[in-house]
C-alpha cells in the first residue's frame, strides 16, 4: 500500500512533520513503513523560453534562451516541442535526477549549455516508455517563473510504502491509515466532506435491489444524473499517480480515488444499461459469462453474481460486465457500495485468476460504516467533478449485524501479558490515542471497538493495542523464572548427532541436500517397494517427489563438484525420508554417504590411499565398532542391495539378525566413474543401540603369534574361514588378521592362498609354546575339513 | 728390568695400533688384542708371581697403570666414535621439512548444522529440550490448530506442497507446538525447542528457498510475559551476534500469538549507526515471536486464563547467512565442499 503525504494531509495534520521521524514512530508501533519515496528534486525551476534557435551543428537540437527568474539561462534541448514563449520545467546545475543523473554545466555540439529542460518521465513521474513521444513538460501560462514546479502541479508529495501485515486491513487506505497516524502522533483525524445537494427525484421510484444470498450482506446503491465525462482534477490525478494507479476519467477516478480513501471498492454502472434493478444471485455450476476484459468465463455454484433479473453484469467483487459499463457517453451512474462474503470472493478471485486491488480489500473483509460513508463520498465527488445531479434516497439491501463490538480487559492482566507496570493514566491514555471508547470499573477496561479495526476482538488484542502505543521499547528484560531443569536431546536425536560426529571424525564432510527429487530420482536405490509422496502440485518436475534415498543427491553433489575440479570427496548427510506403506506415513531417518578419490594423499612419497571398496568397508565398521556393535553385525554380500549398485563390489550390513543397510560402488550404468556410496537405516541402528561403556581389564600375560597360510577354492570367503578359525580357537584366540592373499602363477587359476596371522592369549595364565600348537593343529584340520583348505605352511 | 721395558714398549706399540683404528670392531679388536686373556699383558700379570715382592709391586703397579691407560684410551675413542657415527646419521637423515605434508583432514559440519547446534547448545543451558517432529505433516497441525483455519487470507503467506487434502509438507516448525503440547497429559510447563526442515511454494533464488530449515521455542508456565520473551531473545541474540549487541521488539502480526512481535537487533557490522547490511536501519530482524495466542493454548488443551506462554520462530539459514556472511542462500544446498571444508574450524567465541 501506497500513502500520499499530501493526501494523508486532509484527514490527519502532518504537514508539519518530519516524514522520516513519523515513518519511524509508526514502524515502531507496528504497521512497517518500508520505504519513503519523495519527488522533491531540488534545483528544479519555472522557466520561460523566450528565444529557441536551431543548433548551429546539429538537425535536431534546440538552443533555447531561458528566463528562470533570477537569470537567464542558455540550454540545449532536443525535444521536437521545445518552443518560444513555453513555461518549462528547468533543472539547475547541481539538480539530480532519478538514476543519480546529476545535472552539469555542458558544451553540447560546440554550444554551451547550463542546465536542462525537462520531461516529466525524466523526473520519475511518468512512464518513460509510454510518454516518451511527448517531448517536454509544458506547464500552463500562470505558472509563475521562478517557482517550484512540483509545488505548482502538486507533485511535491512524500509517499510511504507500506509493508502491512495481513490483519491490518484497515490500513489499505489513506482514511484507516490516518486513524493509525493520529494515533501514534496523539492527532485526531478529519473525516472527508461528504455533504451533496440532491434533487427532488427519488431512486426508490426509479430503481430496486433484490438480494437472494446470504453471501452478500449489504449492497446500496444511488443514482447520480447527467454527469459530463472528463479529465479529472489534478489533485485526483496525482494521488492516483502517487498510489500506482492510472487516471482514465473524472468518473472511473473517482470510484478508484475512493477505494484508495475508505478502503471500499465501489463499481460504477452506466443506469441506462442496467435497467431498473439489480438481482443479487449465486451462479449455477457451468454458468458463463463474458468479463469486462472480453473473456469468457465459467463459473461454479461458489461465486456471486450482480444481474439486473436477466443479464449478467458482472462476477461480485472481482469484476464487472461489458455490457454495463461506463464509457464516454454515459450520462447517468448507478453507484454500487456492496460487501460480500469474503471468502468467496478470495476463492473465486483465486479460481479465475482475477486477483485485483479491489477483490484484494473484499477479501480481508470491509467496515460497514465506510460502505455507507464511500457511497456519499462518491456522490459529492461526482457532484463536484463530473457536475452530476445526485438523486434522493438510496436503495439498499442491508443485513449486516451492527451490535457494537467489545472486549474487556483488567489493569493486571494487561501488565501480567507485557511484563510491564502501566499505570491506569497510561493505559486510558492508549485508548485514547486509538479512539476507542472505554469504560474504567474497578480496574477493568470494557472496550468498544471501532468496526474499522477488524483486527481486534479479544482481550489480547487490547493488550497488544496498549502495549504498542505505550512503547514496547519500555519493557524491562527480565528471564523466565522455573523452577530448574536440565535440558537436553530425546535420546534418537542425540544418537544421530553422535553418528554425525563420528561420520566427520572419518573424514567425511557434512552436506545438506534438499528432500524433494524428480520421479527419475526417486526410482533410484528404492529402499523397497514402498508408495512415494507425490506432491499435488510441484514447483517443478525436479522437485515432486518426497525422497526415499538420499544417494541420488548425494550424486548430485559428487558431480557438482567433480564439475568444479574437486579430486577427493567424501560426503555424507542424515536426513529424513519419508514414504506411505498402507495408510501411514513412515518416516525414517537415513544416514548415506558417497566418498571417490583419495581418501588420504601425499602424492610426492607416493602414498597416497585411494578409496576402495576396502577402505569404505572400514570406515563403515569403525561406525558400528563406536555404536558397540563390534562382533554383532555380519558384512556380506546380501540379496537386499539396490540395483543401482555394483553387484560384485557391494555389500549388506546385518545386525542382530536385521538388515541396516549397504554400501559399494555404483553400478556403472549410473556413473562410470567408481563412486562409492552406503546408505543406513538409522532407525534400524537405533533399535540396536547399546548401553553404556563398560572397561575391561587388559591381560597382563604376554601373547603368542602364529601365522598359517592356506590355499583355497577362489569362492571361499574370507568371512567363513575368519568364523571357523574363531570358533576353534575360542576364548583364547583373541584376533585373526588376514596379510596376505595370493592368486597367481604359482597355484592353480581357481584357487586362492590366504595367509592368517593368529594371536592366542589368555587373561589367567602365560601360554606355552606346546599349548598353542596343539590349538593351532586343532584348528588347521578344522579348516582342511571344513573349508578344503591346503595348509601352505606354518 | 727387561719386562719393564716391555711395559713400555707395549704402551708405544698400543698408541701407534690405536692411531690407526677406524671403526668400533677394530677398537673391540683392539681391546682384546692388549686386555684379552691372551694378551701379553695377561700373560705378565700371571708371570708376576715369580717376582720378589718389592719387585712384584712396582711391575703390578706398572701394569695396572698400563692396563688402565689402554681401558681410557679405548672408552675415549668409543665414545668419540659412537658420537661420530651419530653425528653421520643425523647428517644423512636430514630431510626437506618444507616439502609439502601427508594431509589430515577430518570432516566438517555442515554451516546450517552448525548454526543449529550452537542455538541448540545455548537454550540446553537454560534448561530447554530439543524437541523435532516430521517433516510430512498434517494440517490440521501445521495450520488449523495454530489459529489459522482453512481458507483464512494469512495462509497466503506461507504456500505450501500438499500430498493431499490433509497431507504437506510443513511451512514451519510450529506443529511441533502443538504436538507437544498435545502430548503433554498433565498439562505441565513447557520449555522446548524444535529445530527442523521446512518447505514453501517459493522459487529459488539468492534469497529464496523452497527448502528452509527454522528454529522455533516454546515456554508455557504460569506468569510468562513478554519482558520474558524480551529477555530470553537478548540471551540469543548477544550470543549469536556479540555481547555489544540490543534489542528491540517491533509489533507484528502471526496468527498463533497475540501481541506478536518482530525481534530485532541493533546491527552487528555498523553497531546501529547504519550500512549496507542493516539497510541503513541499524537494525536486523532475526526472526518473529510473541505470547501465545489463547485460542493455541485451548486448541492444545491448556487453560488460557492459568497458563500464559511465549513462541519464537526464526530462519537458520537468514542467521548463518547474517553472521559468517554468505549472500547467497543456495550456497548451503550447492553443498561446494570449498564452502563446507571452510566450517571446520573453531568459532570466535
Redesign the interface.
Known sequence: MRISLNWLNDYVDVKDENAVEVAEKI????V?VEGIKGTNIKNLVIGYVENRTDHPNSDHLNVCTVNIGTEVLQIVCGASNADKGQKVIVAKVGAILPGDFEIKKATIRGVESVGMICALYELGLEDKEANYDKGIHVLPADAEVGGDPLAYLGLDDIIYELDL????NDCLCHLGFAYETAAVLGKTVTLPETKTTPSKENIKDVFGVEVETDNCTMFKTRIVKDVVIGESPAFIKNRLTSAGMRSINNVVDISNYIMLEYGQPLHFYDKDKVGDKIVVRMATDGEKTVTLDGKERKLIADDVLITNGNDTLGIAGVMGGASSEVDSNTKNILIESAMFN??NI??TSIRLDLRSEASLRF??GLNYEYTEEALERACYLLEKYASGTVMEGHVSYDVVDKTPKTASVSRDKIN?????VLKHEDIMASFKKLDFKVIEEDNVYNVVIPNRRM?VS????L??EV??LYG??K????????P???????PK?SFC?QI?NR??????????????ISKEESNLFKYNKNEE???????SVD?SV?RQSIIPSLLK?VD??LA?N?KD????EIS?V?YKKNED?I?DTKLSFAMFGNY??????N?NIKIDFYVVKGIVENLLDYLGLNGRYTVQKGTNIPNEMHPGISAEVIVDNEFIGYFGTVHPSINKLPIFVGEFSTNRLFSHNTGGLKYKETSKFPSITKDIAFIFKKDVEAKDIIKVIRKKGGKILQDVDVFDVYIGDKIDDDSKSIALSLTFMDTNKTLTDDEVNALLNNIISEVETKLKGVLRNK | MEKEEKIKKLRLSFDSVLNEITDLKELNDLKITYLGKKSEITELSKSLGSFDEAERKEMGASLNELRNYINDSIDSLRVKMELDVINSKLESDAIDVTLPSTNITIGSAHPLERTIEDIEQLFISMGYDIVEGPEVEQDLYNFEMLNLPKGHPARDAQDSFYITEEMLLRSQTSPVQVRTMLANDKKEPIRILCPGKTFRRDSDDATHSHQFTQIEGLVVDKNISLADLKGTFDVLAKHLFGKSRETRFRPSFYPFTEPSVELDTSCFNCGGKGCNICKGTGWITIGGAGVVHPNVLKMSGYDPELYTGFAFGMGVERIAMLKYGITDIRTFYNNDLRSIVQFDKKGGE
Open positions: 514502524t515502531k508501533a507496528g512497517n501485515n495481513p490483519n491490518r469474503p471468502y478470495r476463492y477479501e480481508k501480567a501479558v507485557l511484563g510491564m483486527d479479544i482481550r489480547e488484542d493488550i497488544e502495549g504498542r514496547y521499547d519493557i524491562v528484560q527480565k528471564l523466565p523464572i522455573a530448574m531443569k536440565q535440558g537436553g536431546y530425546n536425536t548427532k554425525s561420520m566427520r571424525s572419518l573424514g567425511l564432510n557434512e552436506v545438506r541436500t534438499y528432500s524433494l509422496l507425490l506432491l499435488q502440485l510441484p514447483l522437485k518426497f553433489v557438482y563438484n568444479r574437486a570427496i567424501n560426503i555424507y529424513n519419508y506415513y518416516e588420504i594423499n601425499n602424492n610426492w612419497q602414498r
